[in-house]
């Protein structure tokens, strides 16, 4: 008997992490499959007419055991990797990503999902079950439900080669990313690198097998920091053109694949009603369409433009300053703008981190949660973990009630997978029984040294609240049905949650309690806030158009109507050259290696949705400023309400509304970003 199929006899029934070993996965996936398609055949088989009970419900309540082994399973595989689970992960990805692709293609069931939708009984639902009537709905069409069988069977065939091209694209990129940017044998050729810089480098070239010289790895977290600290002009223009021309050229050339995946993804567009990728894609987010998506996009370039020529001013004159004769060139950018940082706010690191400390930033954002929405957080010790660094608390409400458990999973460590992300192991709903949310965060901090208090970068800082804020929209959800719940929402709305949550961060109200010297518990100096305040505008005029520059070209690949005889090089020189690009500004992101659109549909005339989710995080962040207190309870009942706890229960546009009383306005993000007056320096 395995345990994942056996009712758990741990608090809260949280998953057994001790009692389960790697080797029962494979067993309990096929068994947890096997069951979901009895499940899907049982709703099929049903003699009683398509209804809402029958169908949409037992849809919701089917695949509950491949959820379960699901969520238990990305713990291991993501923060426990060795080789047999990355052997079970491989084998596994088209296993299920066939077993939904044959789910949406049945027939069968998608004409009770379709009777169902069409059936004039369901009228008298409420508008949370019509809604989730069409979410299914949708789900189908979407994936060429409607489609006859030739149809069918031609889309299939293109969402097979395009996950050929992903791969491809995928391990092109990662073949010129392993390749070294830069091998230094002179130690002079380190000019300018900080230590650790210096350090990580050695440590590279050993890893390679190159002991005594030192590696700049092809990677953006090798390649930034050398073009912001390496005083050779001569190696910061050979780094920068190595890291930018990635899948460019010879053997990994990613351009054909480019022309090949926009091709087949406006055929599929076509096959399904849409004129091009970019209509299919935004007829399912909160912008809508096209125009709202790429009209955002354009309304703040102007401003970020002229931001970025004035900084390039500054720079250039910086430069000459010191003696350098030269016009300022993408290569320089970064170099310049770090002595600007430093010359303009003496903001230093190594100033800033001993006041955040990673235990009393935990205890900052549970203390807003608590400030905002009344929630308590208690550590418990006797529920299991999959790892012994993993914390847990448990989560009440402000009743007294249990409102769920949050898992943290902080430190980096062998094995685990790069960056920080939410995710849970159980979402919450009502439909079978009170469920409460089980809800993960993991980062990837580094430990103190010798039993120090870890400490965090401010980046570091923000990223635990913006993981944070993810996970409270898990916490505080308060759905019925479990395809509503949480984070379950548009793509261009679901990092609303988190990013409005990193404002509190930065509030002196926070900061005066919990960022505290790790020595001395002395409070951070006003000062030290004021300078860190300060140097938030700083450099937005690069960032805001680096950014821009990548989604407005990823919006134009996708809205273009003759993919067939594209030039990806030519398109893209085009794009940017009609929008002024300034030439001492790359895109984030280049057309050959930009994998978010082209290693995967997720991102694809979605590169925008991080800016959408900005505009609504900024405005809504701006109801508690208009109230004049960050806490205040009325936004704060408001925000939980129709935020943090409606999941997908309604349009994202309607619940924001409702929160805000109105629609977002553009302003609050361009002044976040210091573009809102360009007349005013940052
Ligand atoms: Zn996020």
Redesign the pocket.
């Known amino acids: 008997m395995s345990v994942f199929f056996e009712p758990w006899q741990t608090p809260f029934g949280a998953p057994p992490f001790g009692e389960m070993t790697v080797g029962a996965f494979a067993p309990a996936f096929e068994r947890a499959l096997a069951a979901h398609r009895a499940e899907l055949a049982a709703i099929t088989a049903e003699p009683a007419p398509p209804s809402f009970e029958n169908t949409i419900l037992a849809l919701e309540r089917a695949g509950r055991d491949l959820e379960r082994v699901s969520h238990v399973f990305e713990q291991y595989a993501s923060t426990l990797s060795e080789p047999s689970v990355a052997t079970i992960e491989r084998d596994l990805a088209p296993v299920l990503a066939r077993h939904v692709a044959d789910m949406r293609a049945d027939p069968a069931l998608f004409a009770r999902v379709d009777a169902v939708y069409a059936d004039p009984a369901s009228a008298h639902l409420d508008r949370v079950q019509r809604r989730l009537i069409d979410r299914h709905h949708l789900e189908f069409v979407r994936a060429g439900a409607r489609l006859d069988a030739d149809g069918r069977a031609r889309l299939k065939a293109i969402g097979q080669r395009l996950a050929e091209c992903f791969t491809q694209f995928r391990q092109n990129l990662q073949t010129d990313e392993d390749r070294p940017a830069l091998v230094l044998t002179d130690a002079t050729a380190l000019a300018g690198l900080p230590p650790d810089l210096r350090d990580a480098a050695a440590a590279e070239a050993d890893a390679r097998g190159l002991p005594g010289s030192w590696v700049i790895a092809n990677t953006r977290s090798s390649v930034e920091p050398f073009l912001q600290f390496s005083t050779r002009r001569d190696l910061r223009q050979r780094v920068f053109e190595v890291w930018t021309q990635r899948g460019d050229h010879g053997s990994t050339d990613n351009k054909p694949l480019i022309r090949e995946i926009l091709a087949l993804r406006r055929t599929r567009a076509r096959l399904l009603g849409f004129e091009t990728f970019a209509a299919f894609k935004l007829a399912d987010t909160m912008a809508g369409a096209v125009e709202a998506a790429d009209g955002l996009l354009r309304r703040i370039w102007p401003p970020a433009l002229a931001r970025a020529r004035e900084e390039a001013a500054t720079l250039e004159a910086l430069l000459g300053d010191e003696g350098a004769h030269h016009p300022l060139e993408a290569w320089d950018w970064r170099y310049a703008a770090e002595k600007l940082r430093r010359r303009r706010y003496a903001l230093d690191d190594a100033e800033v981190k001993p006041y955040f400390q990673l235990d009393r930033m935990i205890a900052a954002a549970f203390d807003v949660a608590h400030r905002l929405f009344g929630l308590t957080f208690h550590p418990r010790a006797d529920v299991p973990a999959w790892h012994p660094e993993v914390r847990i608390w448990e989560v009440r409400d402000a009743d007294g009630r249990h409102r769920g458990l949050f898992y943290g999973d902080y430190f980096a460590r062998p094995g685990k997978r790069s960056g920080a992300w939410?995710t849970h192991l159980r979402s919450q709903e009502r439909l079978t029984g009170d469920v409460a949310p089980q809800i993960v965060n993991v980062c990837n901090f580094l430990k103190g040294g010798s039993g120090r208090p870890a400490l965090l970068s401010l980046t570091d800082a923000r990223t635990l609240f913006?993981?944070f804020g993810?996970g409270l929209h898990g916490l505080l959800s308060d759905v019925t049905y479990p395809s509503q719940a949480g984070t379950r929402v548009a793509q261009d709305f679901?990092?609303l949650p988190?990013?409005i949550y990193e404002h509190w961060l930065l509030r002196p109200e926070v900061l005066r309690g919990f960022a505290r010297h790790v020595d001395t518990g002395e409070p951070i100096p006003e000062a030290l806030i004021d300078r860190i305040l300060a140097a938030r505008h700083f450099n937005q005029g690069f960032a805001t158009v680096e950014f821009c520059a990548s989604a407005l070209v990823d919006m134009a690949y996708h809205t273009a109507t003759n993919p067939d005889d594209l030039d990806p090089s030519r398109f893209e020189a085009e794009t940017l050259a009609a929008l002024d690009m300034p030439p001492e500004i790359v895109m984030r992101h280049r057309s050959p290696h930009f994998a978010h659109i082209f290693s995967g549909d997720d991102y694809a005339a979605g590169y925008y949705s991080y800016l959408w989710s900005e505009v609504l995080d900024a405005d809504g962040f701006d109801a508690f400023l208009e109230a004049g207190d960050v806490f205040d309870p009325t936004t704060a009942a408001r925000l939980r309400r129709f935020i943090y706890a409606a999941g997908d229960t309604a349009d994202p546009a309607e619940l924001y509304r409702r929160f805000r009383g109105r629609d977002p306005g553009v302003d609050p993000l361009l002044a976040g970003r210091g573009l809102l007056t360009t007349a005013s320096r940052a």
């Open positions: 939410m913006h993981e993810h679901v990092e988190s990013q």
